[in-house]
């Protein structure tokens, strides 16, 4: 029973995306850990916490999903390399031509394989190899924020700016050709665009993929100078053009959607008061650095962990769990934990400096191997953006403003912007 009805669900998603308002069977508790209200998680979220550190939330079909909303506690369970596994490839597994080998990335893959793959990835996002990438993103914003000031008054920041300087970052960091990439944004957009939060995040088959198959077939007889023609040189035939395709797209995927989130909403943070945006506009490296850290802990948009799948029976934090029951860890509960965070956990703090390292990119052995290069986007892109227009102000009230309602990767749909 279980297993079919997970895999309707995700046949579902695959179809419609994540976006769980739009499926009705969701009851509205379990709801909790994806939603907002303007750029805070619901205070439902810390109730939770303050409840316990591990909430069953109510599922349909015999779903069995538990919630962790503290600091400490997420961190035990995304440290943990033995107990939970990732890989939900088999629930794609249902009919139809999908098969489990067609999701890739490493979200989805446990050790040995994770292991395997990681290895060969992490060469490519060492602060050496990503050195090159700076140049090209600065002259990437600033290309973009000439577009925002021809676009004019109520241009869409959004669009114009959070969107596209990831878009491109990844095509230069995995060496796709300038030629191809209109193509491949429009595929992306069909993707991205639907829903709260992208069928992606699951590593929905897409024909994004298969664009990105192409791509390494092609490579493969002429590797490119990214990352995508680096593997093929480092690692000859011990890798196949699906897993290293696999890996392009769930790198895609990693950083995305969620940089793009970050690039706008941390822009409507700062635009919040004139004095944090001044210490963006004038500040040293230093303040910059740490106002980045604390807009990505305020904000942590990806809100919840990939779904830590429960090897064997256990007992976690006093409750028992079943060998397939799922646990969460809310990453935007735990980033509020005024326990590690320290005072006034709810509020953006430009100078704060943390008793613990948030957890915006997780933890363990899954933590975003992107990290260094999502900061060095958002360390470039605001600075950048509040000193080519010191007046930068909103060009609707805040209200009118639409977030993404239910999503794993939170963003605002529309920034219209004036100068
Ligand atoms: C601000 C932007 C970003 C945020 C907030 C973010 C957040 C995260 C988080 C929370 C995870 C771990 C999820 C878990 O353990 O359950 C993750 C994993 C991952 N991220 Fe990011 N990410 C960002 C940017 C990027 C970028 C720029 C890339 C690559 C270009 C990327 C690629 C990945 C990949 C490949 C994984 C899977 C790692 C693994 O499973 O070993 N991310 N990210």
């Not at 209200?399 to 999503?407: A, G, M, P, V």
Request: with cysteine; aromatic share 8%; charged share 25%.
């Amino acid at each position: 029973m279980r297993s079919w009805t997970a895999a309707y669900v995700v046949r579902r998603i695959q179809k419609n995306g994540i976006d769980l308002s739009k499926i009705s069977i969701v009851p509205e508790a379990t709801k909790i850990p994806l939603q907002r209200i303007g750029t805070d998680p619901v205070p439902a979220l810390a109730e939770m916490r303050a409840e316990g550190p591990l909430k069953k939330l109510e599922f349909p079909f015999n779903l069995r999903v538990f919630a962790v909303t503290g600091y400490e506690e997420a961190r035990q369970v995304l440290a943990d390399r033995t107990s939970y596994s990732t890989d939900i490839r088999h629930l794609f597994n249902g009919d139809g031509p999908t098969t489990a080998d067609d999701i890739g990335g490493l979200g989805f893959t446990d050790a040995p394989q994770h292991t395997r793959l990681r290895k060969i990835l992490t060469p490519e996002f060492t602060m050496r190899r990503l050195a090159r990438l700076e140049p090209l993103i600065e002259k990437r914003v600033d290309l973009q924020l000439d577009a925002l000031e021809a676009a004019g008054s109520g241009a869409d920041l959004a669009k114009l700016l959070a969107f596209p300087v990831p878009f491109q970052t990844i095509c230069d960091l995995l060496g796709l050709d300038y030629d191809d990439r209109d193509a491949f944004e429009k595929l992306g957009s069909a993707r991205f665009d639907a829903t709260g939060g992208g069928a992606g995040a699951f590593g929905a088959v897409s024909e994004q993929r298969e664009f990105l198959f192409e791509a390494v077939a092609k490579q493969r007889k002429e590797p490119g100078p990214g990352l995508i023609g680096q593997i093929i040189r480092d690692e000859g035939d011990t890798i196949s053009d699906f897993d290293l395709a696999g890996l392009a797209d769930g790198v895609f995927t990693g950083g995305y959607e969620t940089t793009a989130g970050m690039i706008a909403l941390g822009a409507l943070v700062l635009l919040r008061d004139p004095e944090h945006a001044k210490l963006v506009r004038e500040g040293s490296s230093e303040d910059v650095d740490r106002v980045v850290e604390e807009l990505l802990r305020y904000l942590t948009v990806v809100q919840v962990s990939f779904p830590r799948i429960a090897k064997h029976d256990m007992t976690l934090f006093g409750q028992e769990l079943r060998a397939g029951d799922t646990v969460l860890c809310s990453l935007s509960g735990a980033n509020r934990d005024g326990a590690v965070v320290g005072d006034d956990p709810d509020s953006f703090d430009p100078y704060r400096v943390p008793k613990s390292g948030h957890l915006a990119f997780g933890h363990g052995i899954h933590r975003c191997i992107g990290a260094e290069l999502a900061r060095m986007e958002l360390r470039i892109a605001y600075p950048k953006l509040l000193r080519r227009f010191p007046a930068l102000a909103l060009a609707v009230p805040p209200e009118e403003l639409k977030f993404r309602q239910l999503s794993f990767v939170f963003g605002v749909e529309e920034l219209p912007v004036t100068f």
